[in-house]
């Protein structure tokens, strides 16, 4: 029977060539799309997940939960330069839980910020992490090519520019920044305002696996990285007002702040013109207090960047984290490596998401045209169906017949695309992209992108062209099956 | 029939009694805006004045901030010390001409910038950002009386001239007598109001009013919210030493 049913479709195949062929191309174009954009997709998505997992967000980032925007490039203080990133609380404690963890590998508090860069007279701008130099290379194994000078190194202040820093400088016309020069950084926070700190260039680098992201990165000492962004051991005093700067708080009644008598002397005080003699010299009084603020906290971080054992699920390890927080009241969270990575990394996502709708409205399509050309086919033998109908043959033989026909025509088609599919990427893997712009570099994960065969495209683009095959022949074998046998002798 | 004469006669009588008392013209009312802009030119004497600034936020609470201010505008020039809170206390920003230093006392460093540079990137300069004057800068369209608490006031509504101003359109409650500006409200083009601002204290120096609180109240934030008073106020001349970056170190010794 099985035999039958494979000679009379492939007798129906070979006699309706062009039908077949046009069916077959557009199969195998499908694909080959498919296997080749996966390829591309499931490449690039390494690529970059590469670049930040191995360069600055670890497999988990863990921040207080009170920050909105766990982006360690910092999109949301960027967006709202007057908030600040919060501290993970309890700090101490949570480092100990990760030491005692098995699916821990390594892990390494660090803080963020942005500075202003003064070098001479020329400026810049750079975003800054800060961290102890040996725990971060712990975590961080080999990741910079060091270009000039030496790395961090632990209690001694310092800056690390990167490569990308020191060039926008001097094409902007600056003189070169050498190792050793002092420049200065100026930052802003909310506690201690606008701080000025002048730093010796330790040394410039580069990421070995670059992203544009990354070239804005250079490496600051924590002392200073901590007084630019007022991480005070002493908590700023809450504001001391006056009585009458305490009546102006809140809602304010204008009826009662224009109520005085009218003309001068309500709104108008005495004249003065001389507020007596300025002891230009003690102007600011007694200075003794601000040293309070001068003394940084060694415990305040803001990222915790969590590096797991290999073959941990970093999902189930977020979940064990975020219980053991919850568990112990600490308002602490841990999120994915692709929420630390910011917009840009969130974007390369989106565009995968993206990139497989139109994959689907592909196959939509695909299911749509073979549907109709098969139909057109089954027509077309109308005489003979209703003859093996009246001979005896059952409507299950008749259904199993075409199905079984659409299934080689997807299924050789299929993988003669999906062939093609993996030598044109084994071959663009080989020749190797560069990455025209910025945008397309972080797109690829790097300057260089090698598109690589995705065994699980090959395997995705197989299943869906079953898929169609079985799809696209539904409603053809209902045609068949409507097909009275009197009536198609009759025609015949 | 004798009722509604009687109201017209009475209408009439009101608008009469409203045109007499609406005796102010656009152009004098233009002129008032020239009153209060000389007033809020200093560049004949120094002036000096200790300024408590209060910030209200619904997310940040309540944040003190309390500067000596020192200018000799005719010169450009001036020094802004902080004296409040004691996190800040000595940072100051000093201007010279065209140069503006920042000084962080924790440091000891100044950081230059150049009035011509750009202003944080941006196309404008630091040199665009000029004083800004009601009179050259706006028109005032309509003009009514009413009270604000228990001062008389002239109510002038005022358009912009062109588009260097941060509110296109603007609202001055003005007393009558003293020309000094109690209230006014910021729009949007679309006409949003934007933020309110009141004037309830002055103080009389050299001839010159000089209001010594501000309520700044932001309108698009409910319960944001700025006051700032202004004490210690002179126009005594200042020595030439206090322009200086030596002056801003010593002081912080």
Redesign the interface.
């Known amino acids: 029977m099985d035999n039958v049913l494979l000679k009379i479709a492939y007798r129906n195949i070979w006699k309706h060539k062009t039908k077949t062929m046009i069916i077959g191309i557009l199969i195998a174009l499908g694909i080959l799309l498919l296997v080749v954009g996966n390829s591309f997709m499931d490449s690039a998505a390494a690529g970059l997940r590469k670049t930040y997992i191995e360069n600055f967000t670890g497999d988990i980032v863990i921040t207080s939960s009170d920050l909105k925007n766990p982006s360690m490039f910092m999109d949301g203080i960027m967006s709202d330069p007057?908030s600040a990133i919060p501290l993970i609380p309890n700090e101490p404690e949570i480092e100990s839980y990760l030491a005692e963890q098995k699916f821990v590998d390594a892990f390494n508090p660090q803080i963020a910020g942005a500075v202003?860069i003064?070098h001479g007279d020329d400026q810049g701008f750079s975003l800054i992490f800060s961290f102890n130099p040996e725990r971060y290379q712990g975590v961080f194994k080999n990741n910079i090519d060091l270009i000039k000078g030496s790395f961090l190194k632990e209690g001694e202040e310092g800056i690390v520019l990167s490569s990308d820093t020191v060039k926008r400088i001097v094409d902007d016309g600056g003189a070169e920044i050498k190792v050793g020069d002092k420049i200065?950084l100026?930052g802003i926070n909310?506690?201690?305002?606008?701080?000025?700190?002048?730093v010796p260039v330790k040394g410039i680098f580069r990421f070995k696996n670059d992203s544009p992201q990354l070239r804005l990165l250079s490496f600051l000492d924590l002392t200073n990285m901590r007084?630019i962004n007022?991480m005070?051991k002493n908590k700023?005093?809450?504001?001391?007002?006056s009585q009458?700067?305490k009546q102006?708080?809140?809602q304010?009644d204008?009826?009662?702040?224009?109520?005085?008598?009218?003309?001068?002397s309500?709104?108008?005080?005495?004249?003065?013109?001389?507020?007596?003699t300025?002891d230009?010299?003690s102007?600011?009084?007694d200075?003794s207090?601000?040293e309070?603020?001068?003394e940084t906290d060694p415990d305040s971080w803001q990222y915790m960047v969590v590096k797991l054992a290999p073959g941990v699920n970093p999902s189930r390890a977020i979940k064990t984290m975020n219980s053991w927080f919850n568990e112990h009241g600490i308002d602490a969270k841990a999120h994915s490596w692709l929420e630390g990575a910011g917009a840009i990394a969130k974007m390369s996502n989106t565009l995968k998401i993206v990139f497989n709708i139109l994959i689907l409205i592909i196959a939509v399509v695909g299911v749509i045209i073979i549907m109709n050309t098969l139909v057109i086919s089954v027509t077309e033998r109308i005489g003979e169906i209703g003859t093996m109908r009246a001979i005896g043959a059952r409507k299950s033989f008749v259904r199993s017949m075409i199905t079984l026909e659409t299934l080689m025509i997807t299924l050789i088609f299929g993988l003669i695309g999906a062939a093609a599919g993996i030598i044109i990427t084994a071959v663009l893997g080989k020749v190797g992209f560069t990455a025209s712009n910025d945008f397309l570099q972080v797109l690829m994960g790097g300057k260089v992108f090698h598109p690589v065969v995705s065994v699980s495209a090959v395997i995705l683009s197989l299943i869906i062209v079953g898929g169609i095959g079985i799809f696209a022949s539904l409603y053809p074998v209902s045609v068949a099956l409507k097909i009275s046998p009197v009536k198609a002798m009759g025609e015949n | 029939m004798r009722k509604k004469a009687l109201h017209i006669l009475f209408t009439l009588l009101l608008m009469a009694g409203t045109a007499g008392l609406n005796a102010l013209t656009l152009d004098e009312a233009h002129d008032i805006l020239n009153t209060i802009d000389e007033s809020r030119n200093l560049t004949t004497t120094d002036f000096s004045a200790v300024m408590t600034m209060i910030s209200e936020d619904p997310d940040k609470g309540v944040e003190k901030m309390k500067v000596q201010q020192f200018r000799r505008d005719d010169k450009d020039m001036f020094l802004m010390l902080f004296l409040e809170p004691e996190s800040k206390k000595g940072q100051g920003y000093l201007r010279v001409d065209d140069n503006l230093w920042f000084y962080d006392p924790e440091s000891r460093k100044f950081n230059h910038t150049s009035m011509k540079d750009s202003f944080g990137g941006t196309d404008a300069k630091h040199s665009d950002f000029r004083v800004l004057s009601l009179a050259e800068d706006y028109k005032v369209t309509t003009i009514t009386e009413g009270k604000l608490g228990k001062f008389s006031v002239y109510i002038l509504d005022l358009e912009a001239l062109n588009d260097e101003v941060t509110y296109p359109k603007e609202k001055l409650w003005i007393t009558k007598d003293t020309n000094l500006v109690l209230k006014s409200e910021d729009y949007s083009g679309t006409g949003r109001l934007m933020r309110t601002s009141l004037y309830p204290k002055y103080t009389k120096v050299s001839g010159k009013y000089i209001p010594t609180v501000m309520i700044f109240i932001d309108d698009l934030i409910e319960g944001k919210k700025t006051q700032i008073s202004m004490t210690n106020i002179s126009t005594k001349t200042l020595p030439d030493t206090i322009f200086t970056k030596s002056y801003v170190e010593r002081v912080n010794r």
């Open positions: 007057d202003g003064r200065l100026t909310n506690l201690t305002g606008t701080k000025i700190r002048e007084i007022g005070l700023v005093s809450e504001a001391n007002l009458n700067e102006l708080l809140g304010i204008e009826n009662s702040l224009f109520g005085d008598e009218e003309g001068d309500g709104i108008v005080s005495d004249t003065s013109e001389d507020a007596g300025i230009y010299l102007i600011l009084g200075t207090k601000r309070l603020y001068r």
